[in-house]
T-cell receptor
Framework: AQKVTQAQTEISVVEKEDVTLDCVYE???????LFWYKQPPSGELVFLIR??????QNEISGRYSWNFQKSTSSFNFTITASQVVDSAVYFC??????????????FGAGTRLAVHP | NAGVTQTPKFQVLKTGQSMTLQCAQD?????MSWYRQDPGMGLRLIHY???????DQGEVPNGYNVSRSTTEDFPLRLLSAAPSQTSVYFC????????????????FGPGTRLLVL
């Protein structure tokens, strides 16, 4: 069955430190998509990135970068020079094809990141 | 363009009461879904709809009913609330649900926090 594992339940860092959030997945689909969402204390889910299984290029967006490695089934997320505003719960998610060809998202349990001044 | 809206933001119910969680989107999305978020478990799919008049079950459908009479609205009904349904509920929508290859992503509403006593 499809599965997403975020082994780090909570991470605490001091501002300006770099931090990496791990995500390991299991899937039987040959084509799939991986996502990261941020859930700040206000509770909404904010989309961060979407990655296709056939595109292993790393991506950088400002202080955020993502390392996708198909060989190890991992899609890790790094925040460089963390800031207090980065404090949130971060979810990694994997697409799964349901009957009828429609997709749902399988979420990891989330990693709570606390960035202290 | 309001995106995905959910009402109410917070609700307290007594065991056995019924209620409807409202979800609406103004992006003309065909695919809408309901997830519940529980501590340590990420989000899990309850029900989804691929268009007006078409709904199907997700991972955890028991105790919930849905209908989709219009493209815009996808209400979630709890017929007889139980304490196990205490959770945060998220509604999500996307253009089609089966075309992730076109850069599609799911947009989430702000969530409804439900407490069943």
């Amino acid at each position: 069955a499809q599965k997403v594992t975020q082994a780090q339940t909570e991470i605490s860092v001091v501002e300006k430190e770099d931090v990496t959030l791990d995500c390991v997945y299991e899937t039987r689909d040959t084509t799939y998509y991986l996502f990261w969402y941020k859930q700040p204390p206000s509770g909404e889910l904010v989309f961060l990135i979407r990655r296709n299984s056939f595109d292993e290029q790393n991506e950088i967006s400002g202080r955020y970068s993502w390392n996708f490695q198909k060989s190890t089934s991992s899609f890790n997320f790094t925040i460089t020079a963390s800031q207090v505003v980065d404090s949130a719960v971060y979810f990694c998610a994997l697409s799964e094809v349901m009957s009828g060809g429609y997709n749902k998202l399988i979420f990891g349990a989330g990693t709570r990141l606390a960035v202290h001044p | 363009n309001a995106g995905v809206t959910q009402t109410p933001k917070f609700q307290v119910l007594k065991t056995g009461q019924s209620m409807t969680l409202q979800c609406a989107q103004d992006m003309n999305h065909e695919y809408m879904s309901w997830y519940r978020q529980d501590p340590g478990m990420g989000l899990r799919l309850i029900h989804y709809s691929v268009g007006a008049g078409i709904t199907d079950q997700g991972e955890v459908p028991n105790g919930y009913n849905v209908s989709r009479s219009t493209t815009e609205d996808f209400p979630l009904r709890l017929l007889s609330a139980a304490p196990s349904q205490t959770s945060v509920y998220f509604c999500a929508s996307s253009y089609s649900g089966s075309l992730f290859a076109r850069g599609e992503t799911q947009y989430f509403g702000p969530g409804t926090r439900l407490l069943v006593l």
